[in-house]
T-cell receptor, first 110, second 115 residues
Framework: LAKTTQPISMDSYEGQEVNITCSHN???????ITWYQQFPSQGPRFIIQ???TKVTNEVASLFIPADRKSSTLSLPRVSLSDTAVYYC???????????FGSGTKLNVKP | NAGVTQTPKFQVLKTGQSMTLQCAQD?????MSWYRQDPGMGLRLIHY???????DQGEVPNGYNVSRSTTEDFPLRLLSAAPSQTSVYFC??????????????FGQGTRLTVV
């Protein structure tokens, strides 16, 4: 099982780009990297998923270096509504289990 | 499209009582799972299922039972509630892991208090 390590919290200001890095030194060959966002009193919501290099969608980018031992979620021009907890998951896909770490609490200030 | 529906949203139980948290999904997903989230903490996997008739344990299965008689439903049963089971419970469903773009959809949660 690939354990993930993320910063506990981060502060940012509106309009800035935010990069949240996740370490996963024991990632396995078949593992994908997935990020979720959770607002208070809500279930987590899928943001982005990748295997290697760079993935981009309408809300975020995911950068994964060649050794895949870490990944960085990039949120462009954050707003107050991006204040949430962000979770990095490395899916133990062969065994059909998803494990969430403690996440990174992002606080966006005006 | 309702997605993942959990009932009830709130519940108070007395120690020793049993109850079932309901979870239903309408996306024909094979994979369903239950998590608990304690205040200020991440989600911990309780039980999961890869299809009707198949269930397995996650990180914290003690005190909970599950069954999967249909693709749509995945109820979580608390056998004898304890204060340590006070938490928010989330149900999730997704296509079967092992492929790319496995996005999990979560319900809105059930806030359970055991007194």
């Amino acid at each position: 099982l690939a354990k993930t390590t993320q910063p506990i919290s981060m502060d940012s200001y509106e309009g800035q780009e935010v990069n949240i890095t996740c370490s996963h030194n024991n990632i396995a060959t078949n593992d994908y990297i997935t990020w979720y966002q959770q607002f208070p009193s809500q279930g987590p919501r899928f943001i982005i998923q990748g295997y290697k290099t760079k993935v981009t969608n309408e809300v975020a980018s995911l950068f994964i270096p060649a050794d895949r031992k870490s990944s960085t979620l990039s949120l462009p021009r954050v707003s107050l509504s991006d204040t949430a907890v962000y979770y990095c998951l490395v899916g133990d896909y062969n065994f059909n289990k998803f494990y969430f770490g403690s996440g990174t609490k992002l606080n966006v200030k005006p | 499209n309702a997605g993942v529906t959990q009932t009830p949203k709130f519940q108070v139980l007395k120690t020793g009582q049993s109850m079932t948290l309901q979870c239903a999904q309408d996306m024909n997903h094979e994979y369903m799972s239950w998590y608990r989230q304690d205040p200020g903490m991440g989600l911990r996997l309780i039980h999961y299922s890869v299809g009707a008739g198949i269930t397995d344990q996650g990180e914290v299965p003690n005190g909970y039972n599950v069954s999967r008689s249909t693709t749509e439903d995945f109820p979580l049963r608390l056998l004898s509630a304890a204060p340590s089971q006070t938490s928010v419970y989330f149900c999730a469903s997704s296509t079967l892991p092992g492929t790319s773009n496995t996005e999990a959809f979560f319900g809105q949660g059930t806030r359970l208090t055991v007194v």
